[in-house]
C-alpha cells in the first residue's frame, strides 16, 4: 500500500506560479513512477507530467510542456509539481498518482494509487 499527501495548492493569478509537493509513505519510494493528474469541473481527469522512479526520465502533457516541471527526491519520498506561466485554462484539482511498479503511468487505468488532490485556481 502507498498513502499520497499533497500540498501547495491556491489561488494565483495568471502568469504566476506554484509548487505543489506529494509525500508518499507505505513502500519504499524509489520502487515505483510518479505522476500528476488533473481534473477541472465537467472533464475527465486528465494526464499532466510523469517522472521514473530514479527522476532521470519525465514525460509531460503537451499543455503544460515547457511551463511545468516534475521532479523528485527519493530521500524524502517527495515528488513535486513546478507550475509556471499558470493560464485559467489550469484551473483544477491536481493529484498525485503513484505507479504500481517502476514503468512510468499516463494513463488513470495504470494507476495504483491516488492522493486526495489539491485544488489550484488561476484567475485571469
Known amino acids: 500500500q502507498v498513502q499520497l499527501v499533497e500540498s501547495g495548492g491556491g489561488l494565483v493569478q495568471a502568469g504566476g506560479s506554484l509548487r505543489l509537493s506529494c509525500v508518499a509513505s507505505?513502500?519504499?519510494?524509489?520502487?515505483?513512477?510518479m505522476s500528476w493528474f488533473r481534473q477541472a469541473p465537467g472533464k475527465e481527469r486528465e494526464f499532466v507530467a510523469a517522472?521514473?522512479?530514479?527522476?532521470?526520465?519525465?514525460i509531460y502533457a503537451d499543455a503544460v510542456k515547457g511551463r511545468f516541471t516534475i521532479s523528485r527526491d527519493n530521500a524524502k519520498n517527495t515528488v513535486y509539481l513546478h507550475m509556471n506561466s499558470l493560464k485559467p485554462e489550469d484551473t483544477a484539482v491536481y493529484y498525485c498518482?503513484?505507479?504500481?511498479?517502476?514503468?512510468?503511468?499516463?494513463?488513470?487505468?495504470?494507476?495504483?494509487?491516488w492522493g486526495q488532490g489539491t485544488q489550484v485556481t488561476v484567475s485571469s
Open positions: 517522472i521514473s522512479w530514479s527522476g532521470g526520465s519525465t
Open positions: 498518482a503513484a505507479a504500481k511498479t517502476r514503468v512510468v503511468v499516463t494513463t488513470t487505468p495504470n494507476v495504483g494509487y
Open positions: 507505505g513502500r519504499t519510494f524509489s520502487s515505483y513512477a
